[in-house]
């Protein structure tokens, strides 16, 4: 560790009879300000949301999945916080939908919510490995896709298995807001299982497995194991 710290400060020159002063790296000269640091988000914002964009096209599910999916990254999803920005809702009715009390919004419907959170960490459980999820939607996205590793059929089956839950979140929860009908998160995991199963058979005339054996080891009949 002392040696580590030692090697860290080397190139650290002290000059007498100088004060200490912050300097904004992206501007030395000009320094910081409020629309240097604004364009720094926003450019790294739009950089994710495009390169996740280019990825939700995917002929391995229904066009409509992918529709959401796109509206789901660009925040155009009527959430309730959305709903309140238009004027069309109140205050008083901005709640997550699963009843933990915070305000629904994309980020936190779909990935932190006390009951939708849990969907992320089951279906990892289920396809047999571990992961973290990442607190904005267009990050979750990109990450979760390359938990396998980069090879064409790792990512192509991941990218099926995350715009698969998205919509099953989404449906979920209109399911509780518009029908007053709760599905419990065993029964959203199965439906995960199921879909994704019924998919990658209308799409794949090769895949020869029946649904039990899908059910126990998908990355098993992938080949991907």
């Given at each position: 560790m002392?040696e580590?710290?030692?090697?860290?400060?080397?190139?650290?020159?002290?000059?007498?009879?100088?004060?200490?002063?912050?300097?904004?790296?992206?501007?030395?000269?000009?320094?910081?300000?409020?629309r240097?640091?604004?364009?720094?988000?926003?450019?790294?914002?739009?950089?994710?949301?495009?390169?996740?964009?280019?990825?939700?096209?995917?002929?391995?599910?229904?066009?409509?999945?992918?529709?959401?999916?796109?509206?789901?990254?660009?925040?155009?999803?009527?959430?309730?916080?959305?709903?309140?920005?238009?004027?069309?809702?109140?205050?008083?009715?901005?709640?997550?939908?699963?009843?933990?009390?915070?305000?629904?919004?994309?980020?936190?419907?779909f990935?932190?919510?006390?009951?939708?959170?849990?969907?992320?960490?089951?279906?990892?459980?289920?396809?047999?490995?571990?992961?973290?999820?990442?607190?904005?939607?267009?990050?979750?996205?990109?990450?979760?896709?390359?938990?396998?590793?980069?090879?064409?059929?790792?990512?192509?089956?991941?990218?099926?298995?995350?715009?698969?839950?998205?919509?099953?979140?989404?449906?979920?929860?209109?399911?509780?807001?518009?029908?007053?009908?709760?599905?419990?998160?065993?029964?959203?995991?199965?439906?995960?299982?199921?879909?994704?199963?019924?998919?990658?058979?209308?799409?794949?005339?090769?895949f020869?497995?029946?649904?039990?054996?899908?059910?126990?080891?998908?990355?098993?009949?992938?080949?991907?194991?």
């Amino acid at each position: 560790m002392l040696e580590e710290c030692r090697i860290f400060i080397s190139n650290v020159f002290l000059l007498p009879n100088v004060s200490d002063t912050w300097q904004w790296q992206l501007d030395p000269v000009g320094g910081y300000s409020v629309r240097s640091g604004y364009e720094v988000l926003a450019y790294q914002e739009h950089h994710v949301l495009d390169a996740a964009q280019n990825l939700i096209w995917y002929p391995q599910v229904p066009l409509k999945v992918s529709i959401l999916a796109w509206h789901l990254l660009r925040d155009w999803l009527p959430t309730k916080i959305n709903l309140l920005n238009r004027g069309i809702i109140t205050v008083a009715d901005i709640s997550c939908v699963t009843g933990c009390g915070h305000v629904e919004s994309v980020d936190h419907l779909f990935l932190h919510s006390n009951f939708f959170g849990d969907i992320w960490c089951q279906v990892r459980l289920w396809l047999g490995f571990s992961g973290v999820d990442y607190h904005i939607i267009g990050d979750h996205f990109l990450h979760f896709t390359l938990y396998l590793g980069g090879l064409k059929t790792r990512h192509s089956f991941l990218k099926l298995i995350w715009l698969l839950c998205v919509w099953l979140i989404w449906k979920e929860r209109n399911n509780r807001i518009f029908n007053n009908i709760t599905t419990p998160i065993e029964e959203l995991v199965k439906k995960v299982k199921f879909h994704s199963y019924w998919w990658l058979c209308a799409n794949n005339a090769a895949f020869v497995y029946d649904c039990q054996q899908w059910r126990s080891n998908p990355l098993l009949c992938l080949g991907i194991d």
